[in-house]
């Protein structure tokens, strides 16, 4: 019998997010992999878990894939985390999940449901959310501009994430095709210093001018 690969979702910021069956998910399992794995020891430290940890990430994904497979074929129980939230957006989870079940069928994949960023940021948005697309990050170079074509053409709630190294370039970038499209941009969301801002593209780029631009943010459109 193969082991079990959970993919756990975990924090994305406030540790009392952790739920009962993520430290207890983890405390069973015989390895974890994670897309970084400094941040993972620190997860574990702080739920007072010790299991071994090994890398997973983008670049890694072809040589540990097959470390993946052989604990899974031992029958190990395996657990896979991303850096923070629900893995497989943005992440190497979705390709790791895609391996499992193609190349180990009889593996059963399990979801250990939790935070997740988008999510989040869509449940206090305040606009329709029963469909919406999620674009992720802009390109930096190449791209861009098509990118943001697309987020203009999007006639659904639309979901952008972004870094604080670029949300003042995303944002006016959206208001100088769609100035008066309605937006939220959520910061640092389950932090100490949550803000939630709201109103229109131009409004939210002077608000922007004035505002803390520390931390992560997930952008959200009508
Ligand atoms: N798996 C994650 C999820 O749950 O949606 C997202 C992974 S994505 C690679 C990481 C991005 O999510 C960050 O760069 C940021 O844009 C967004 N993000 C993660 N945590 C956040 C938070 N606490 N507040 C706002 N945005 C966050």
């Known amino acids: 019998m193969p082991g079990t690969l959970y993919i756990v979702a975990t924090p994305i910021g406030n540790m009392n997010d952790v739920s009962a069956r993520m430290t207890s998910t983890l405390q069973s399992v015989d390895v974890v992999f994670a897309e970084d794995t400094r941040v993972a020891k620190s997860l574990l430290h702080k739920l007072d878990i010790k299991v071994t940890v090994k890398r997973y990430d983008h670049h890694s994904h072809e040589k540990q894939i097959r470390h993946v497979l052989e604990e899974l074929e031992e029958g190990h129980d395996v657990a896979y985390v991303s850096d923070a939230g629900t893995p497989g957006i943005e992440d190497p989870g979705g390709r790791l999940v895609e391996s499992v079940a193609r190349d180990l069928p009889e593996a059963p994949i399990v979801p250990i449901s939790g935070p997740s960023a988008i999510i989040t940021a869509l449940s206090v ?98």
């Not at 861009?144 to 639309?158: K, L, P």
């Not at 499209?181 to 932090?191: D, G, N, Q, S």
């Open 125 to 222: 948005c305040g606009f329709p959310a029963d469909k919406f697309n999620v674009m992720g990050f802009a390109p930096k170079k190449k791209g861009r501009q098509t990118y943001f074509d697309n987020v203009a053409a999007s006639t659904i709630t639309t979901v952008l994430y972004e870094s604080t190294h670029r949300i003042h370039k995303t944002v006016d970038e959206i208001a100088s095709r769609q100035p008066d499209r309605k937006m939220v941009i959520a910061r640092e969301l389950t932090k100490k210093f949550e803000t939630i801002m709201r109103g229109t593209a131009s409004e939210l780029v002077e608000r922007l001018a004035t505002a803390s631009t520390k931390g992560e943010f997930v952008i959200v459109l009508e």
